[in-house]
């Protein structure tokens, strides 16, 4: 490699270093600005805003969905496993929403801790397999949970 | 190695392999699509809890992963453009940087017409979706560039930086799903321990993700060879070209 070569090689080196640093720095210091949601264990120690709507997201407790006469308004309570927040919700929910599912709730909190979603988005999980498979699988998980009990 | 890196470097050498590899890997693309077309399609079964709108991943995943390799692909021509000054190396930048661009495009639509049944929304401004929409506007950045510079080798060497300093944004994109909390969910295939993906969808996946590659590589020779006539019009190999055809 000629002198002047290994001199490009090394500006090029040293321009990718730095640019990468840089966005590195940047990226750890707007570390809290671009989650797009807050966990319930966030929410109760207080992290999320009340004065401002923000995003809760989790998974949608077994057996706490619950609709309301009115038959749009819908009560539900969101966990991280650690801690769980009561979320309700008036309008059409995704397709994917239902019960042990992870969403995303757009909202605020009011003032007895109660979520109030103005917007609710379901959040996907990275498997897919066919319908027998899910089926059996959450059949071996009750059977499991038959037996630890 | 530098014999071969010299000898595939020079326009004559490249034009007639590229010519002859051609009809093989475009020949290849379509069997493969159509087969991994069929097989997504009609052959795999529906999803436990998406039903038959999954079967957008046979487009949509293919092309995320395209829109980050072509850009990769750019940015190592780049590199090779920098320090070495190959012609050839601008070329399959250049070529390379429209086809980037509609596959990101493609990957951005097709999520976000999966995205408002599943989701609830069009589109969402989190890390995931964010990242891939800035790789769109670096590729219609180099392709802005490119043409605003008269000069064709200065503006492969000035779209080269431009290439370089986006390349930061690649994995970005793989890792926001784990960085942050995305409303995207994480990598299925890519996962360290076993695929979370039952291998009766996971085979069409990869035959179309094997397809895209093909088209790529396909059109990316074809359109190199174009501009490579283009730029060496003035040479005594293209004029011997042009009078053999």
Redesign the interface.
Known sequence: MTPK?RK??ML?SL??LG??GA?ALG?NAF?QN??????PSQVANGEATTDRAFRL?GMVVDGSLAREDDGLTVRFAVTDTAEVVNVTYTGI?????REG?GI?AMGRLDQTGVFKAE?????????????????AMKAAQRAKARVEN | MWIWFHKFGSPRYFYDLAGRLIPWLGGACAVLMAVGLYLGLFVAPSDYQQGESYRIIYIHVPSAWMSMFVYVVMASAGTVVLIWRVKLAEIIASVSAPLGASFTFLALATGSLWGKPMWGTWWVWDARLTSELILLFLYFGFMALEAAIEDKRTAARATAILSLVGVINIPIIHYSVYWWNTLHQGATVTKMDTPSIHLSMLIPLLLMAAAFQLYYATVLLMGARTELLSRERRTRWVAEVIRNS
């Open positions: 070569r490009r090689v090029i321009m990718v640019i990468g966005t990226l570390r671009l989650l797009f949601f807050f966990s997201g929910l995704p397709d994917l929403f599912q995303v917007e609710v988005l379901a959040k996907h999980d990275e498997n897919y397999m066919p319908p027998e498979v899910g089926e």
